[in-house]
């Protein structure tokens, strides 16, 4: 099910944002004794990031990881691994555990099989996962018309990961397989701009993943999915 949470600005959205999952990642830990999130690249997240790390959590048993990456070295600046560096693992949240998507393989493809041994680390099913979705209807690096975007949506692969060259978007990437994505507790999709509100009522509209794949996150009976959005 998917219901959608509008705000009057980004601080108010990113103060209740931080705090649905600041809520779930404490009382994994209460329960489990440890919490896993997964968490988008882009530009949208970045004050996410900076809120979630001053939040006073215990970090040390929380383990992070990306829904995706871009195949490129971590101090390139189109690295979402490094966008996590700089602004998430930071301040309290410096002591969370993190695990990268990116290896030294040469592309994402050959790189995805070491990649979901990495993964193994995380605990799973996810807390958290928080989406961010593309005016092309993408998410993670789910790219419309995509080689790859059946093997990506492919819920019996028994893949975590796999590698994707968008059509609509620069750079190889690595991404979550849709089974892997909706093997979490809770989906928060977080929206900012009036265009993206758009593609979400257009994706709403029809059910041809291949055009939107972020209709295959919010078009499924797994897992709820809650939208964060507001327009600046
Ligand atoms: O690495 C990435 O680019 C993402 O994980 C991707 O799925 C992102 O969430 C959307 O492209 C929205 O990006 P913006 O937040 O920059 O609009």
Redesign the pocket.
């Known amino acids: 099910m998917f219901t959608l949470n509008k705000y009057q600005n980004s601080q108010l959205l990113i103060e209740d944002l931080t705090s649905h999952i600041v809520n779930e990642l404490k009382q994994a830990i209460v329960q489990k004794g440890h919490a896993s999130i997964a968490v ?6 970045i004050p996410l990031f900076v809120s979630l790390s001053q939040q006073n959590i215990e970090w040390s048993r929380v383990f992070i990881t ?5 195949w490129v070295d971590d101090n390139d600046d189109a690295s ?1 691994e490094k966008l996590v560096m700089t602004h998430l693992l930071q301040n309290n949240a410096k002591l969370a555990n993190f695990v990268g998507l990116k290896n030294s393989c040469d592309n994402p493809f050959d790189g995805a099989e070491m990649t979901d041994k990495m993964l193994d680390k995380i605990p799973m099913p996810f807390d958290v996962i928080v ?5 092309d209807g ?5 790219f419309p018309g995509a080689a790859n975007l059946a093997a990506g949506l492919d819920m019996k692969s028994g893949r975590k990961v796999v590698g994707m060259t968008p059509l609509t ?1 620069p750079l190889d ?1 690595i ?1 979550l397989t849709l089974p892997t994505i909706l093997n979490s507790k809770n989906i928060y999709l ?1 929206l ?2 009036e265009s ?1 509100m758009q593609v979400l009522e257009q994706a709403e509209k029809d059910h041809n993943v291949n055009q939107m794949p972020i209709r295959a996150v919010l078009q499924q009976d797994k897992v709820n999915v809650t939208g964060f959005w507001t327009a600046s």
């Open positions: 988008s690249g882009g530009k949208t997240p990306l829904v995706d990456d871009r979402n989406l961010g979705m593309g005016e993408h998410t993670a690096s789910l978007a990437r991404t977080h900012v701009g993206k």
